[in-house]
C-alpha cells in the first residue's frame, strides 16, 4: 500500500517470497503499480468496452463508488478503471449497473490486478483544518494523507507567507470544500472506517446507490458559489477528456488526474478521483512554491516544525528524557538531511532517535508514488553512523541497552532503505511521523514497550523463528497490543527442536490503532466567532482512564496553549460553547486557574444542552466565556501553616470522606 515501508533486512526476493507466502500485494514502496500504456496489452477487451462508453457520465459513476465506505479495499482497481475510463470512453453508451459489474468482477479481475489489493490500513475519511474551517477528504490508499496534507496547510495559512501564497491559499481551500461537500452529500463522517474486502467480487451497490453517489461527485458551476468557490480558483485542478491523450504513459500514484482530479465538460465539473484531493493539493503547492524560487525557505519551515513534533512533543509521549551532554560521534556532513537527539529512558538504557528529512526537490520530479531512495553515499554514512552511536552508547558502563529509532519525514513519500543489524541488546526499529505520534499516544506506546518488542524478535531468532512484518513498526506493536502483548502464539511450537520456523503477521492490524488515535484526539475546528472564525481544537483526555471521560465533547485548542492561553470549547450541534482565560505566569496560579477552567467545560457538558433547550431564540454562532480574575496575579504562593486531622469517613459507609484541613495564610 502507498505510504511509508519498513527497512527490512530481507532483499527483495526474500521479500517477494513472503508476501507471496501470505497472498498479500507488492508494497508500492518497491515500484509503480501501473502504466497505463502497459494495460492495453494486459486487458485488451476492457479497453476496447471501454470506448463504447460516455466518458464524463462513466467517471462520476466510478467516482461515485470511491465514497462508499464498503468498497475502500477495492480502490486500486476502482482507481484503475477511473484512468482507463479517462484515457479511453469516447462512445455514446451510458454505462449500467451490470457493465460496471463487468467492468471490475470480469474484466478487472485478474491476478496481477486484484492482488495490488490489500486490507484496510487506514480510516476512509480522514478530516484537516484551514480557515475556512474543517475539510473532510478521502484517503483511498494513501496513508496518513489528512497528516501530509495539514504539514502544508500550516505553512500556506501562515500570515507571515510571501504575498503570492495567498492565490495558491485560496485555490487549495477551494477544492477542500469541493471535498468537504462530496463527503456531507455522500453522508460519511470524519473518521469513518471503511468496510469490505479486498482481491475478491467487488459489490457494486444498487443503481439507486450508484445514482446518488454519482450526484455526490458532480457539479454544476451554478452550485459553486453557495460554497464560497469561484470556478477560477479550482483551475489549477481542472482537467478535460481532450487532454486525455497525454495521460495515456502515465503511472498511477503520479498522474495527471491525480494532480487534476476534476473533470470539465461544459458546465459541469466531476471530482473524478475523490481519493486524490491530498495528493493533488501537495503536488500543486510544492510546484508553485519551487516555481517561485522559495523551496529552501519551504523545506526549513518544513524541517523546523517536524523537528518540534517527533523529537521534542513525539519524544515526551513516549517517556524519552532528552540528554544535553554530547556522547555521540559527530554527524558526517554528508547527513544533512537527518536531525537526532538522544535520550535515556527506563534508567539504564538510551535511545538514539533519527528524523529523516525528503528532498522536496525530487519530489517534485517523480511524486509521492515513488519511495525516498538515499544514494549509496548516503546511505552508507546513514548506516555506518548510527552503527557507531550504537557502539558509542553500549560502551557506556551504565547502558544495559537501547534503541535507533528511525522517523521519516518530508510530505508523505515512502521510505525503502536498511537498517543496521541489532546487535546485542541494542534494536533497531523505524515509523513514519505521523505513525510515530500514533504510537506515542497508544497505550503502552513508549521506548521501554518498543525495546521489549524488539526483544521478543531476538527471542524469536536466536530459537529459529523468523517473525516477518512487511507493514513496519506500528503494526507489529498493534497486532502485539492485540494479542496481550505477545509476540509469539502461545500456541505456536518452536525452537532449535522444531527446524527454521517463519512467522508473518497481518498486514492491517494498524488500521484500528490510527482510527483510536484519530478519534480519540477528533482533531477538528470549531468557530469562535460570528462571523466565523475557526480554531483547531483536540479533545482534552483522550488518554482519561473513564471512558466516558474520552467521548466527551470538551476540547482545546494547542496552538493557543503554547501562547500563554487557555481556549477550551464545549460543542454542542448548535454551538460552541467557548471557556477563555490567560495563564498566570506562577504555576500554582496556573494550576488554580486551569481547575476553575476545567471545571466550567465541565459544566458546560450537561448545562449548555439545557440552556439551549430552555432557550430556542439564542442568537446564532458561538457563545464566550471569559475567565478574568483581575488582581489574581498579586497573590503570593499560599504557605501551608499546618495539616492537622485524622481521615473522617461516612458512618456506615467506610469511604474516606476528607483527610484533614489545610490552612493557609
Known amino acids: 500500500m502507498m505510504g511509508f515501508q519498513y527497512p527490512t533486512d530481507m532483499n527483495f526476493h526474500d521479500l517477494l517470497e513472503t508476501l507471496q507466502a501470505q497472498d498479500s500485494p507488492l508494497p508500492l514502496g518497491t515500484g509503480a503499480v501501473f502504466e497505463l500504456s502497459q494495460m492495453e496489452n494486459a486487458v485488451p477487451q476492457l479497453i476496447e468496452l471501454l470506448k463504447q462508453y460516455r466518458g464524463v457520465p462513466l467517471l462520476a459513476q466510478i467516482g461515485g463508488l470511491l465514497t462508499e465506505p464498503s468498497l475502500h479495499p477495492n480502490t486500486s482497481r476502482l482507481e484503475l478503471l477511473t484512468h482507463l475510463a479517462f484515457v479511453h470512453a469516447r462512445g455514446r453508451r451510458k454505462a449500467k449497473r451490470k457493465d460496471l459489474v463487468r467492468f471490475f468482477n470480469r474484466e478487472l479481475h485478474v491476478p496481477f490486478v486484484a492482488a495490488m489489493e490489500g486490507p484496510i490500513e487506514d480510516v476512509f475519511v480522514s ?51 469541493l471535498s468537504e461537500e462530496v463527503a456531507r452529500r455522500a453522508q460519511v463522517f470524519r473518521f469513518t472506517m471503511g468496510t469490505g474486502r479486498p482481491k475478491g467480487t467487488v459489490p457494486i451497490p444498487n443503481e439507486g446507490m450508484i445514482r446518488a453517489r454519482s450526484e455526490a461527485v458532480q457539479f454544476h458551476v451554478s452550485d459553486l458559489q453557495p460554497l464560497g468557490i469561484r470556478l477560477s480558483e479550482l483551475s489549477p485542478f481542472i482537467t478535460s477528456l481532450e487532454q486525455a491523450s497525454a495521460a495515456a504513459n502515465d503511472i498511477i500514484g503520479h498522474s495527471h488526474l491525480e494532480r487534476r482530479p476534476l473533470v470539465q465538460q461544459g458546465d459541469r465539473l466531476i471530482l473524478a478521483l475523490p481519493t486524490a484531493v491530498s ?85 517534485t520530479q517523480v511524486g509521492f508514488a515513488s519511495p525516498n531512495v538515499l544514494g549509496d553515499a548516503v546511505a552508507e554514512a546513514l548506516a555506518q553512523y548510527l552503527r557507531d552511536c550504537a557502539h558509542a552508547l553500549l560502551g557506556r558502563p551504565e547502558c544495559r541497552g537501547g534503541l535507533t529509532v528511525l522517523i521519516v519525514g518530508g510530505l508523505g513519500r515512502g521510505f525503502l532503505g536498511h537498517l543496521p543489524p541489532p546487535v546485542h541488546r541494542w534494536h533497531c526499529a523505524a515509523f513514519s511521523l505521523p505513525d510515530w505520534l500514533t504510537f506515542g499516544w497508544a497505550d503502552r506506546g513508549s521506548l521501554l514497550s518498543l525495546w521489549k518488542l524488539k526483544e521478543q524478535f531476538a527471542y524469536a531468532e536466536r530459537h529459529q523463528l523468523r517473525v516477518h512484518d512487511t507493514n513496519g513498526d506500528l503494526n507489529t506493536f498493534a497486532y502485539r497490543s492485540a494479542n496481550n502483548f505477545r509476540l509469539i502464539p502461545a500456541d505456536l511450537p518452536f525452537g532449535s527442536n522444531q527446524g527454521r520456523g517463519e512467522l508473518v503477521l497481518p498486514t492491517d492490524w494498524m488500521a484500528i490503532l490510527r482510527q483510536k488515535f484519530r478519534q480519540g484526539h477528533d482533531k477538528h475546528a470549531v468557530a469562535l466567532r460570528h462571523p466565523l472564525s475557526w480554531v483547531e481544537v483536540q479533545r482534552i483526555e483522550p488518554e482519561s482512564l473513564f471512558r466516558d471521560a474520552q467521548k466527551l465533547p470538551r476540547y482545546a485548542s494547542p496552538a493557543a496553549l503554547r501562547l500563554g492561553l487557555l481556549y477550551g470549547v464545549m460543542e454542542t450541534e448548535a454551538r460552541g460553547w467557548w471557556v477563555i482565560a490567560r495563564r498566570p505566569s506562577a504555576v500554582w496560579q496556573a494550576e488554580f486557574l486551569y481547575q476553575i477552567w476545567n471545571s466550567l467545560l465541565s459544566w458546560l457538558v450537561n448545562l449548555a444542552p439545557a440552556i439551549e433547550s430552555a432557550f430556542p431564540g439564542l442568537p446564532e454562532g458561538p457563545i464566550q466565556i471569559t475567565v478574568n480574575l483581575e ?35
Not at 136 to 158: K, M
Not at 631 to 660: C, D, K, M, N
Open 127 to 177: 478530516n484537516v483544518v484551514s480557515s475556512s474551517g474543517n475539510h473532510r477528504i478521502f484517503e483511498g490508499i494513501w496513508v496518513a494523507a489528512d497528516y501530509w496534507l495539514q504539514e502544508v496547510l500550516y505553512l500556506i495559512i501562515d500570515p507571515q507567507a510571501p504575498p503570492w501564497i495567498a492565490q495558491v491559499r485560496q485555490c487549495v481551500i477551494s477544492l477542500l470544500k
Open 279 to 363: 495528493v493533488a493539493v501537495r503536488r500543486y503547492v510544492i510546484e508553485v512554491i519551487q516555481h517561485n524560487g522559495g523551496m529552501h525557505a519551504f523545506a526549513q519551515i518544513l524541517r523546523q516544525q517536524q523537528i518540534e513534533a517527533s523529537l521534542y512533543d513525539g519524544l515526551q509521549k513516549v517517556g524519552g528524557l532528552p540528554i544535553t551532554q554530547n556522547w555521540l560521534p559527530q554527524k558526517p556532513a554528508t547527513l544533512s538531511c537527518v536531525d537526532h537527539v538522544l535520550c535515556r529512558f527506563d534508567t539504564d538504557k538510551y535511545a538514539h532517535v533519527v528524523l529523516l528529512h525528503d528532498n522536496l526537490e525530487e519530489l
Open 631 to 665: 488582581g489574581f496575579e498579586a497573590y503570593q504562593t499560599p504557605e501551608v501553616l499546618a495539616y492537622a486531622g485524622e481521615p473522617s469517613t461516612v458512618p456506615g459507609g467506610g469511604a474516606i470522606r476528607s483527610f484533614g484541613r489545610e490552612m493557609t495564610r
